[in-house]
């Protein structure tokens, strides 16, 4: 399933019950969640047991992939942010909604892949890496589409893209007050402020 070992499958449903008494959830956030999910399964865990050719990881010994059946497409990402914290383990969701399916997976954050088409030979999850911790970073950054650069960890290069998006929506503000600007002094204020948040991109 999703391009991983045959090994690697099993079938266990988790009733949406359980989570709401894991997380004595209010009524309105179970009526969110039940608008949103129909139905979750774990389909597959990661672990040496079940692919011996990566070993056990420092930090990550073993990680569960979640298919979850999606009533909506538009969901709330707080649901899902929700089911991440379900399991006290490494976890990737696969949100199902009728052809398509998107992967999240939290780390630092939750990161969301864009929607795929999917097939019965569709491989998204290739285990890279001879360890857990470096098969789990190569998912995150291929879900997230992350570009890690050198001397970089995986978390580090996270909170500096999420650092730069803060900067250029900064930019991008400055230069609508700017172009709304009459006053040639507050215009130039504006302007000095831009090239100060340039610098730091």
């Keep these: 399933m999703y391009g991983l070992p045959q090994t690697t499958e099993v079938r266990k449903q988790l009733p949406k019950k359980a989570i709401y008494a894991k997380f004595e959830l209010k009524p309105s956030q179970r009526e969110s969640f039940d608008a949103d999910i129909a139905r979750i399964d774990i389909v597959a865990v990661v672990s040496p047991s079940t692919v011996p050719a990566v070993a056990q990881g420092e930090n990550i010994k073993e990680f569960y992939?979640?298919?979850?059946?999606?009533?909506?497409?538009?969901?709330?990402?707080?649901?899902?942010?929700?089911?991440?914290?379900?399991?006290?383990?490494?976890?990737?969701?696969?949100?199902?909604?009728?052809?398509?399916?998107?992967?999240?997976?939290?780390?630092?954050?939750?990161?969301?892949?864009?929607?795929?088409?999917?097939?019965?030979?569709?491989?998204?999850?290739?285990?890279?890496?001879?360890?857990?911790?470096?098969?789990?970073?190569?998912?995150?950054?291929?879900?997230?589409?992350?570009?890690?650069?050198?001397?970089?960890s995986v978390a580090e290069q996270i909170s500096a893209d999420d650092q730069r998006a803060k900067l250029l929506a900064q930019i991008a503000t400055l230069e609508r007050k700017m172009a709304n600007e009459k006053q040639p002094r507050r215009k130039r204020e504006y302007f000095e402020q831009i090239k100060k948040i340039k610098s730091q991109i």
């Design 65 to 152: 992939v979640l298919a979850v059946q999606l009533k909506r497409k538009e969901y709330d990402a707080k649901n899902i942010a929700l089911l991440s914290r379900l399991i006290p383990q490494k976890m990737v969701i696969a949100l199902h909604f009728e052809e398509q399916v998107q992967f999240a997976i939290s780390h630092t954050k939750l990161i969301t892949s864009d929607w795929k088409h999917l097939t019965p030979n569709s491989s998204f999850l290739i285990l890279q890496g001879l360890t857990l911790d470096s098969v789990w970073d190569n998912i995150v950054i291929s879900i997230g589409d992350i570009h890690v650069e050198q001397s970089k």
